[in-house]
């Protein structure tokens, strides 16, 4: 049956790939991975379809996935993410295992997000089981080893922590619908609509002043020193004093010089519960890399477990990489007799080369050509054996 035009084509924002970008894509896998299990995660895998009601954030909002109804007029959805699946997986199945449980996963998802391709490999790590500040670090440290792993040059960690904005939503009872709209525009660094909605909002002018400052608290551990003042609130000095821990242990680590504050990451408020980061790399507009701690999420699922954790889009990573080129197959075998050519190609990857085999006589002229075109080390002849100098 002949192809009409649309089945010529793939879904927007879907791509095919080619042998070198699969290998690229693959080798940052088969390299992440390796580093995570050094660090003692285990890898597991969940199904790539979920039940909606699984794996929707919230309910009440628009969300951006790929949603069909199943034969029992279920409604199913393509996995946006790892972490909830995983929390699904540990709360309802049969794992038994000693707390902390340090897991790492690797795999294609799926986001109906018009901004960029809507399918791309994750990898990354889940450490459940544990709330205290060395556990945050070790998360942290991690994700600064498996982007130097990667091959992330000029990578940059930012942190931050949701409970100084907590703090001030839970101080000054602001609404939901001001919180958004706070929360929007400190995260996105809109200062035009940041300072429009503090200015038409009737919080205290000392919180008005430092909602707008809240976008530019970055830099060193010394910026910690400006929140001394709002102390006073619990929320936020926890939340200093773990930030203040966090930097004495990633000392520890090796990695404290490559990890600056950003106090003005805001994302997920319902979601995330204390420190949360963002990884960039040279030319990337967005982040590579997200994490952070999110210790309400296991009892959406019956059970209160703190987590931490963190993704990082792999694709993303295989953008920036320029040289890469695929393993050379070692031997092009080729001769008169077919059974002959079998049989020592057979020999041959025995022995741990990669061969190709010729389909068809060809002249050792010919060999030579297809050898140098497809970048083969050696041509051999079932009866003549001879490597290109």
């Known amino acids: 049956m002949e192809r009409s035009a649309l089945g010529l084509k793939i879904p927007e924002g879907m791509r095919d790939r080619l042998p070198e970008e699969l290998a690229l894509l693959e080798e940052l896998e088969l390299k992440g991975i390796g580093l995570l299990k050094s660090w003692s995660y285990r890898k597991v895998l969940t199904p790539a379809l979920e039940y909606k009601a699984c794996v929707e954030p919230d309910p009440n909002q628009q969300d951006d996935l790929f ?88 990578f940059q960690l ?33 200062m035009v609509k940041l300072e429009k909605t503090v200015s038409q909002s009737s919080l205290p002018d000392l919180c008005k002043q430092f909602m707008l400052s809240m976008p530019h608290l970055t830099g060193r551990e010394d910026v910690l020193e400006k929140l001394e003042g709002w102390c006073a609130i619990p929320t936020i000095r926890r939340a200093v004093e773990t930030l203040r821990t966090i930097f004495v242990f990633l000392q520890e680590f090796g990695v404290r010089n490559s990890v600056q504050l950003d106090l003005g990451i805001l994302r997920g408020f319902s979601y995330y519960t204390g420190t949360i980061f ?22 959406d699922f019956g059970r209160n477990l703190p987590a931490t954790g963190f993704a990082v889009n792999l694709d993303m990573i295989a953008e920036q990489i320029e040289e890469f080129e695929l393993d050379s197959v070692d031997v092009l075998v080729f001769g008169q007799s077919p059974s002959d050519v079998i049989k020592r190609t057979r020999e041959l990857r025995k022995g741990g080369k990669k061969v190709e085999m010729a389909l068809d006589f060809i002249s050792e002229q010919d060999a030579l050509r297809v050898a140098s075109q497809k970048g083969i080390v050696d041509v051999e002849n079932v009866s003549k054996f001879r490597k290109r100098g």
């Open 278 to 299: 963002e990884g960039y790399i040279p030319g990337m507009g967005v982040p590579v890399l997200e994490g952070g701690r999110y210790d309400r999420l296991y009892a």
């Open 158 to 190: 930012n942190l931050g922590h949701m409970g100084i904005f907590t703090g001030l939503v839970e101080e000054f009872q602001i609404e939901d619908e001001l919180r958004l709209e706070l929360e929007d525009g400190i995260g996105r660094k809109d």
């Open 67 to 154: 949603k069909f109804f199943n034969q029992d007029g279920q409604i199913i959805a393509l996995r946006p993410e790892f972490t909830t699946p995983i929390a699904r997986m540990l709360t309802t199945g049969k794992t038994e295992a000693l707390l902390p449980l340090r897991l790492c996963y690797s795999g294609d998802v799926f986001r109906n997000d018009p901004s960029r391709y809507r399918e791309f490999r994750q990898i990354g790590v889940e450490l459940v089981g544990s709330g205290v500040d060395l556990a945050d670090a070790e998360v942290i440290a991690l994700a600064m080893e498996l982007m130097k792993a990667l091959q992330a040059g000029g």
